[in-house]
């Protein structure tokens, strides 16, 4: 018919030539018909691989224990202590000091939410509160990157408590500059360097964000919430980081990524054993096990490991779980999450270092 839409066609050139996927697609066809004709089991074995790197976090951490129940816990918590005012009440105490520094207030929000909670719910429920608050995405960048320096879940922090005072170490000058002090200092200077892009806000320019569900409401949406946070987007975002760990064992590279990164560790005045658990598995994992480290370690080494136990870590949080989310909830996107996050953790990494080289001879 005359006014029928018709498909456009693409032109016959465009589909003549050839793309770089293209070329990579076929070598791709060629060298898995090369691999399979060689070493044939060799595609099992790597999946086999694979498989036993994903299976015990995912299924043995997230699904078995006790922490995927805590995801949804600190969800359900997270919003039912918005829905009680907690975050206009943190708006109210901190913008005097933020008006200072001339930055959205909004931006300390996830990194007390992070303690309280769970770092995956912080993303969850700050990044609209960012975003009602019409921070600028630099802001929310300064967010992501200051709550990389909170830890992230309560257990941590009480499990690291614990372990300094085993060591005999005076814990409350260390948690007030581990902790407490970053939610300050962190936004003045990355506002001052590299994310300028702030603007001084007044609180009668501030919208309320106690919300007006119903209690039940909240608390039932609120564990909906969880679940999906925790099925949707924190398993497939664990599993795509344990996959290339399992990629990267079966290519035998992994053991030297493993013996560079213990040396590193010590060489920043962090115990390495827990501090791998903290970087690859789970800070509350690597706090416990402080206690049991031997007493004649170095206090520095404690400290250190403390320090970096309690922050955004592990990797599959900083490279999975926190750009999915922030990409979800807030005005940043994947990339821009991600880089905020790993500046957080270089931070991190160097107060880490610098507390267990300057502060331990005044603790211990």
């Known amino acids: 018919m005359e006014g029928e839409n018709k498909t456009p066609q693409m032109p016959k050139e465009s589909r003549s030539k050839w793309q770089m996927w293209e070329i990579v697609g076929v070598i791709l066809v060629f060298g898995l018909l090369v691999l399979l004709l060689l070493a044939p089991n060799s595609m099992s074995q790597l999946f086999d691989t694979i498989i036993k790197e994903v299976k015990p976090v995912v299924v043995d951490v997230f699904l078995t224990s006790e922490i995927g129940i805590a995801i949804i816990v600190s969800v359900i918590v997270g919003r039912i202590l918005e829905r009680l005012g907690f975050t206009d009440g943190l708006i ?83 948690v007030i500059l581990a902790i407490f002090v970053p939610i300050i200092v962190i936004p003045f200077l990355l506002s001052r360097t590299l994310y300028r892009d702030t603007k001084k806000v007044e609180l009668t320019e501030l919208p309320r964000f ?99 136990a309690n922050s955004g870590l592990p990797l599959s949080v900083i490279f999975g779980q926190v750009p999915v989310t922030w990409a979800e909830s807030s005005d940043l996107t994947e990339k821009e999450t991600l880089g905020a996050a790993v500046i957080g953790l270089i931070i991190r990494i160097a107060t880490a270092c610098a507390l267990g080289y300057w502060l331990t001879p005044f603790l211990v």
């Open 210 to 308: 106690t919300p007006n569900t119903r209690f039940l409401h909240t608390i039932f949406a609120s564990a909906r919430e969880g679940a999906e946070l925790l099925f949707l987007i924190i398993i497939p975002a664990v599993a795509a980081v344990f996959f290339f760990i399992g990629a990267l064992k079966f290519a035998g590279v992994w053991s030297f990524i493993e013996a560079g990164l213990s040396s590193s560790l010590t060489f920043l005045s962090i115990e390495p054993s827990t501090g791998i658990v903290s970087v690859l598995a789970a800070p509350t994992l690597a706090v416990a096990q402080l206690a049991d480290v031997a007493a004649t370690i170095d206090p520095r080494l404690i400290v250190g490991s403390f320090v970096l």
């Open 92 to 174: 109210r105490l901190f913008v005097p000091i933020m008006k200072w520094f001339k930055i959205n207030p909004s931006v300390i929000i996830p990194s007390v939410y992070n303690i309280l909670g769970d770092i995956n719910a912080a993303g969850k429920i700050s990044g609209p509160i960012l975003v009602k608050a019409k921070a600028t995405k630099a802001e929310q960048k300064i967010a992501v990157a200051t709550m990389i320096q909170s830890p992230q879940s309560f257990a941590t922090f009480v499990l690291g408590l614990i372990a300094l005072s085993v060591f005999g170490i005076n814990a409350f000058p260390l």
